[in-house]
C-alpha cells in the first residue's frame, strides 16, 4: 500500500476505478440496448461481446509497443476523452431512438478499442507515478 502515498499513483488509482466503474456500466447497457433492438436475441448479445472484447487481444499487444514509444500521458488522456465522446454520442442517439444493431456493434468496437489501449497505458503510466522501490506495490493495487 506504499504506493498509495503518492499522490500521482492515488490521482491515477482513482481515475482507473472511475474507469473501471464506466467499463462495467459500458458493458451492461449495451447488453441491455442489444437486447431492446434485437427482441431479446442471446445470439446477438455474444456477437457483441466479440466486438467488445476482440480488440483487446488484437490491439493491446500492437498498442503496448507504440505506448512505450510515446507520450503515456497523452495517449491516456486522448483516450479517456474519446471512451467521454463515444458515450455521450451513445447516450444521445440513444435517447433520441437512433440506435440501429449495426450502430450498436460500431460503437461497441469503437469502445473496445479505446478500452484495449487504455489497458496498456494505464499499465505503462504507473511507472511514471512512484518511484522504483514502490513499483511492486503500484502494479498489485
Known amino acids: 500500500m506504499r504506493a498509495l502515498a ?24 449495451f ?18 461481446f466479440v466486438f467488445l472484447f476482440a480488440p483487446a487481444g488484437l490491439i493491446a499487444p500492437v498498442a503496448g509497443v507504440y505506448i512505450d514509444r510515446f507520450d503515456r500521458r497523452r495517449i491516456l488522456l486522448v483516450t479517456y476523452g474519446l471512451i467521454a465522446l463515444l458515450a455521450g454520442l451513445l447516450a444521445g442517439l440513444t435517447a433520441a431512438d437512433r440506435m440501429e444493431l449495426w450502430s450498436t456493434y460500431g460503437f461497441a468496437l469503437a469502445m473496445g478499442t479505446c478500452f484495449a489501449v487504455l489497458g496498456a497505458s494505464v499499465g505503462a503510466v504507473i511507472a511514471n507515478t512512484v518511484p522504483a522501490r514502490d513499483l511492486a506495490s503500484a502494479i498489485s493495487i
Open 31 to 48: 447488453q441491455g440496448l442489444v437486447l431492446d433492438l434485437s427482441d431479446g436475441s442471446t445470439s446477438r448479445v455474444s456477437l457483441l
Open 6 to 29: 503518492h499522490r500521482p499513483y492515488r490521482a491515477l488509482s482513482i481515475g482507473f476505478l472511475v474507469n473501471q466503474a464506466g467499463f462495467w456500466l459500458s458493458h451492461l447497457s
